[in-house]
């Protein structure tokens, strides 16, 4: 026969309800999120891991698990000054780091209720062309850039994944 405390302890222990449910826990394991202000990211952790160093406030990296491809979040709470282009400001600073800037492609993404700007363009740094792809905003909720980057000869393998990394940015306005 049990002793009453022994018998009172596992009365007491209860399943909470997010592991009771296994696709509730499995969602729960998978399914990570960064948020900074407005913004966020919500990122499959079997795919990406943040980076243990980031030390810089409102900057987050991250790395595909094979290694194959990177990432990074930049959120600002301002929008950049004078209503500058988060990114014409990123191709700038690319053009000024690169050994040449490729634009492949622009467009436009809905976020939330927030319109941001997509840019997937190359970069050439050290004898070596990344592809870069990502969704760039400045406005009334802040600033921020999610861009990621893979070598162009691994790029296509990773690229769903980069595109799904960048499908979970969400801004509130």
Do not use: C
Not at 62 to 81: C, G, K, T, Y
């Amino acid at each position: 026969m049990a002793r009453p405390e022994v018998a009172r302890f596992l009365k007491s222990v209860a399943v909470r309800p997010e592991f009771a449910d296994p696709r509730r826990a499995e969602e729960g394991a998978r399914w990570r999120e960064v948020v900074h202000g407005k913004f966020r990211v919500r990122y499959d952790a079997t795919r990406w891991y943040r980076d243990p160093a980031d030390r810089e406030p409102g900057v987050f990296n991250f790395l595909r698990v094979d290694q194959q491809a990177a990432a990074q979040l930049n959120a600002e709470p301002e929008p950049l000054a004078g209503g500058a282009s988060m990114g014409d400001a990123v191709l700038q600073t690319a053009r000024e780091n690169a050994e040449s800037v490729v634009v492949r492609r622009t467009g436009k993404k809905t976020r939330g209720s927030v319109v941001v700007d997509e840019i997937e363009y190359t970069a050439r740094v050290e004898g070596v062309t990344y592809v870069n792809h990502g969704y760039f905003y400045s406005g009334p909720a802040g600033a921020v850039q999610l861009r990621a980057w893979s070598p162009d000869k691994t790029y296509v393998p990773v690229s769903g994944d980069i595109e799904e990394l960048l499908a979970g940015l969400s801004i509130t306005p």
